[in-house]
């Protein structure tokens, strides 16, 4: 099966005598508004081509079939931009690098797998990777998401209480003479404060959610102090980042690039991390000073000691792609675990302050009611 080509007098002769060229105002807008696909469409994506490149069909045709009838529009377009692409004679991984939708790590190992004959076992070791992440990133989201949205909404209905519903108690009470003393008295202060300042804690509230959302340097400031805080935290990220760049560095080495190269690349999988930088100097320490992979890593990086520990039986044994896989297995395996025990933790907390929240509501709200019946029914008297 051929693929067509179109020429730029072609493309003059269909349109007419003019042509149409972007200017580089244009293209730079255009360029800044492109957004990687998401990771359930990539892991979709490269399992098809890793399919049907195992079926013999080669790349462009792969392309080509995937994207045919496709529901998702920027997608079909963009393969069949790498398609043209490859068929004047690009690189497949360059092709992949010129739309700016998939990252370096992508890239670096599509090119892998392009320079070891093995295009479709690196696809599906990027399926496999890529689900992996999702699989991770879902549970996160599931322990710190929703928790989060169930403590808004009792705030909220605390804040409802105090302001809207305790007034109307404090009035009808006041009505018929009754005095509060006690624990109704402190319900009505709490009341008359929580009136006060409410809007004001609002809107620091979502000033400070703002600030977290939009601001990549004040989320890596917060977690960085709850992971020195709270060692369960710290032990699931930090397997997290071991898992991802350890699990890159096992593919892109296993598919023929050289260590440091691997190295340096698997650091973009972790950016935006105090291991970004880490790896990236251990890499250039191991190809330019001569130290032993381990040793660069031991120095320069805050990996675990058994990281350490097993590269340097591969380096000795000259089995490291087992030892990397051996160790993306367990922290896998660990990082499983530490997902389940900080799930079942933040549910805990979760259920306190839930708990706590829906007691003071009730505090507030009828115990006054409560305490006054008597004094109401004798005043009534």
């Known amino acids: 099966m051929t693929s067509t080509t179109t020429s730029p007098a072609a493309t003059e002769a269909r349109f007419g005598s003019k042509t149409v060229r972007e200017t580089p105002t244009a293209t730079s807008k255009k360029e800044a508004k492109v957004k990687p696909f998401s990771k359930k469409v990539l892991v979709d994506l490269f399992r098809g081509l890793g399919s049907m490149l195992r079926a013999q069909i080669n790349t462009a045709d792969a392309l080509k079939y995937y994207s045919n009838d496709l529901p998702d529009k920027a997608l079909s377009g963009t393969l069949l931009q790498i398609r043209e692409d490859i068929a004047k004679g690009m690189n497949v991984h360059e092709a992949f690098r010129r739309t700016g939708r998939f990252n370096d790590t992508i890239v670096g190992l599509i090119q892998a797998g392009s320079d070891a004959g093995q295009l479709h076992h690196a696809f599906n070791s990027l399926a496999a990777r890529l689900k992996s992440e999702l699989h991770f990133s879902k549970q996160l989201k599931k322990a ?3 928790p989060c949205v169930i403590i808004c909404v009792l705030v909220g209905a605390f804040i409802t209480s105090q302001v809207k519903i305790v007034p109307q108690v404090e009035e009808m009470l006041s009505g018929v003479g009754a005095k509060p003393d006690g624990i109704t008295a402190l319900s009505f202060k709490v009341s008359h404060f929580t009136q006060s300042v409410w809007p004001v804690f ?3 509230l979502v000033g400070i959610a703002l600030v977290i959302y939009r601001s990549g340097h004040v989320q890596s400031l917060i977690l960085g102090l709850a992971m020195s805080r709270w ?6 990220i930090m397997s997290l980042r071991q898992l991802t760049f350890l699990s890159t560095i096992k593919l892109l080495h296993s598919n023929g690039i050289n260590l440091a190269k691997s190295i340096r690349v698997s650091a973009n999988s972790v950016r935006n991390t105090p291991l970004y930088d880490e790896l990236r100097t251990a890499a250039d320490k191991y190809e330019h000073s001569g130290v032993p992979l381990s040793t660069a890593f031991a120095k320069y990086t805050s990996v675990d000691s058994q990281v350490t520990h097993m590269l340097s039986i591969g380096e000795k044994s000259a089995s490291l792609d087992s030892q990397l896989e051996m160790l993306s297995e367990m922290y896998e395996e660990d990082a499983q675990n530490y997902m389940a025990a900080f799930a079942a933790t ?4 979760v259920l306190i ?3 706590s929240l829906i007691a003071a509501v009730f505090i507030g709200t009828f115990l006054p009611i409560f305490m006054m019946g008597p004094k109401m029914m004798q005043s009534g008297i």
């Open 144 to 146: 710190t998401v929703t």
């Open 231 to 236: 060692r369960l935290l710290r032990q699931l």
């Open 202 to 204: 609002v809107a620091i």
């Open 353 to 355: 302050i839930a708990v």
């Open 346 to 349: 933040i549910s805990f907390i």
